[in-house]
């Protein structure tokens, strides 16, 4: 096999890995591609591509979060990962760990990590290298690596809610969810949601949102009301699909160029919160973007009585 074929053997890999220390489709593939990069140009051939591509894109993916941060940090209102539809890399042996990596609320957990902390924990606790692959790709010691993998565990299991067991379950619920969403029914939709559910949207000022979120059942259940007339009127179309390894959807005009994709964190048979991308920067990789001011300048004007 030559490099080339190594390459593209691991390229799933090389993309969950930086996907996930770095929260973003493009720079992950940008990660990636430069990994390429830099194997393509060394003179030597690894004893192990696999260890060798995996610790040049976790570097790669460790600079660019540094420099991320600042930008996150100037960041117009919530910040969320970008919305990723299909995992690449499939690993029956450690599929529970790579599905709760990849939701929303596991990578906004990884947000609060030191750049290091979240490699480790990524290498470490989602795929399950040993501590010297690990020691080997962030150039520390194997010491300091299960000191940093240490402090990320207690992190992330602070923060970490209990996902529902059964994926069933939780698709089915949310199926049942946007049926009634799509009938604007208020008393259907609020006995979806738990008492304290939060709904916020992440626009990066680039796209309506809904101020700094909406909170509670009840408020929830009347603007999802709503939103969903005027929507239909108007030729919106909700596709039900995985976001982030969640229940979701994905929200089209009529032209089915895309809106935003929702992801529902679903909790003891119940809607905990409901996080939106609209943020067209986010959402290139899902499809053609719609004109999001536009749908709502519409949708507006449908909402509007005729006489």
């Known amino acids: 096999m030559n490099r080339a074929e190594e390459f593209e053997d691991l390229r799933p890999l090389l993309f969950s890995i930086a996907y996930r220390i770095l929260g973003s489709v493009s720079e992950a593939e940008d990660a990636v591609q430069e990994t390429w990069l830099r194997y393509q140009a060394s003179p030597a051939q690894p004893a192990s591509a696999k260890a060798f591509l995996s610790a040049v894109v976790t570097r790669i993916s460790i600079d660019v979060l540094r420099s991320a941060r600042v930008r996150r940090e100037e960041y117009v209102g919530p910040w969320f990962p970008e919305p990723l539809l299909t995992d690449p890399y499939q690993d029956p042996e450690r599929s529970a760990e790579l599905a709760d990596s990849l939701s ?60 529902e067991a059964d994926r069933k379950e939780r698709e089915e619920l949310a199926g049942r969810f946007f049926d009634a969403f799509r009938e604007g029914d208020v008393d259907g939709l609020r006995e979806f949601l738990a008492a304290d559910v939060h709904m916020v949207s992440d626009s990066g000022g680039k796209a309506p949102q809904w101020g700094t979120g909406i909170f509670g059942a009840g408020n929830v259940a009347r603007a ?48 905990q919160a409901i996080r939106t991308v609209l943020n067209p920067d986010k959402l290139a990789h899902v499809g053609p973007v719609a004109d999001a001011w536009a749908v709502v300048r519409e949708a507006t004007r449908a909402r509007r009585p005729t006489n």
Do not use: Y
Request: net charge positive.
């Open 104 to 163: 929303m609320t596991a990578l906004l957990l990884l947000e609060r990590l030191s750049p290091l902390e979240r490699a480790v924990f990524v290498l470490r606790e989602v795929f399950g290298f040993d501590f010297g692959e690990v020691a080997s790709a962030v150039g520390r010691s194997q010491a300091a690596c299960r000191q940093l993998a240490m402090r990320a565990r207690r992190h992330m299991d602070t923060g970490r809610p209990r996902f």
């Open 224 to 271: 999802l009301a709503a939103l969903a007339s005027p929507f239909a009127k108007i030729g919106g179309v909700v596709e039900p699909h995985q976001v982030n390894g969640q229940p979701g959807a994905i929200f089209r005009d009529r032209n089915g160029k895309v809106l935003n994709t929702w992801t529902l964190d679903i909790l003891d048979g119940q809607i």
